[in-house]
């Protein structure tokens, strides 16, 4: 199994900036794929995740940011709008086997990670 981010870089606050994680090895469809982020000297953050067709996100974003995905290209999106300075961190695709009742937002719970992907949010 193999996630690979992109989409990173350097935007000003208020931009937008959009992130995809693709997959292979495994469906996304039928897996929990979740967005998480790590700012320097901080420990991992969930973002947001997707089961099935449910949504959840954390609620620091869950105005500013939307989890997508296309099956066809077994890719997963995080859309970011109205970023800011505080939204910098490393960003990171995982994935977690099978499908649970609920989206788990606890790193240690998920399989397999891809990279991570550098945002930069200037001010």
């Known amino acids: 199994v193999q996630l690979v981010e992109s989409g990173g870089g350097l935007v000003q606050a208020g931009g937008s900036q959009r992130l995809s994680c693709v997959t292979s090895?495994?469906?996304?469809?039928?897996?929990?794929m979740a967005w998480f982020r790590q700012a320097p000297g901080k420990g991992r953050e969930f973002l947001a995740g997707m089961r099935r067709s449910s949504s959840f996100y954390a609620e620091s974003v869950r105005d500013r940011f939307a989890i997508s995905r296309d099956s066809a290209r077994n890719t997963v999106f995080l859309q970011m709008n109205d970023l800011k300075p505080e939204d910098t961190a490393v960003y990171f695709c995982?994935?977690?086997?099978?499908?649970?009742?609920?989206?788990?937002?606890?790193?240690?719970?998920?399989?397999?990670w891809g990279q991570g992907t550098q945002v930069t949010v200037s001010s």
């Open positions: 995982a994935l977690k086997k099978g499908v649970d009742w609920f989206v788990y937002r606890d790193a240690p719970a998920y399989d397999y």
């Open positions: 090895g495994r469906a996304v469809e039928n897996n929990t």
